[in-house]
């Protein structure tokens, strides 16, 4: 029988192939309409060496944090409260349903309007864009939960505390990486999406003003730079997100020795 590949051998294969379907789009559209991997990395290259690119990718992920951490830090708690309590769940369900389908550019545009062309516009937005779904994951996560834990541990006295620290925690934890890894991803999509429309800094706007030039090297070097640091801050919640389930994963009986 042919030898499985290691498991850690797949996402490198994966990275491969999006490396191929890069340069495949390159040599099916022609390297002037969809520049290949070495021409953009050189105009980054040259974009760093002059210094116009961290100042717009720092900014950019300041805003994407800043925005990722009120969601979670506003979500989460109405997401437990909503898992608990039928009544406010039917209160807060016409809200969360217009919060979901409400077009986000909308939201966005309101913000400006109404806050202005400023920072703080633009937090508010992605951060209320962001909300709705924190608090509906939370909300099933909470939903979720196995009754007969608390049920023992009502049976051995632990306190609210230990119940909280053994008990919940670590049913709810994966629940809450996995809504950190889709609110960040969302985060980083809608915080570009605004820079294009009203911000004169970051890398979406950077994006809008290599279209105006249509300098396609310039797009996809400011989209290939953030996505690799989204990636990686992505990559760390995937690793606690499989370490917060190991206690699940069931052990494998010893093999029987002759």
Known sequence: MARVPDARLWPVLGGLSLLLGWLG????????TFPGPGDTLAFLGREAQRGAIWGHVGITLWRVLV??????????????WLGHSPRLAAFAAPWLAVGLTLPRILILLAAYLI?????WAIILA???ILLPTVAVQVREGVR?????LYEMASAFRLSPAATLRSVTLPQLTPTLLGTARVTLSLAWKMVVFGEVFGRSSGVGY??????????MRGILAYGLVMTLVLSALDGVLALLSARSVAWQ??????????
Request: charge should be negative; aromatic fraction near 12%; glycine fraction near 10%.
């Open 115 to 119: 806050v202005g062309l400023n920072e």
């Open 206 to 215: 950077m994006i809008a003003f290599y279209f105006q030039q249509f300098e």
């Open 249 to 258: 994963t069931p052990a494998r009986p010893a093999l029987e020795t002759e």
């Open 144 to 148: 979720g939960l196995n009754p007969r």
């Open 67 to 80: 925005a990722f951490a009120l969601a979670l830090l506003l979500g989460a708690p109405l997401g437990w």
């Open 126 to 128: 992605i951060t209320l």
């Open 25 to 32: 789009l390159t040599w099916a559209l022609g390297a002037d």
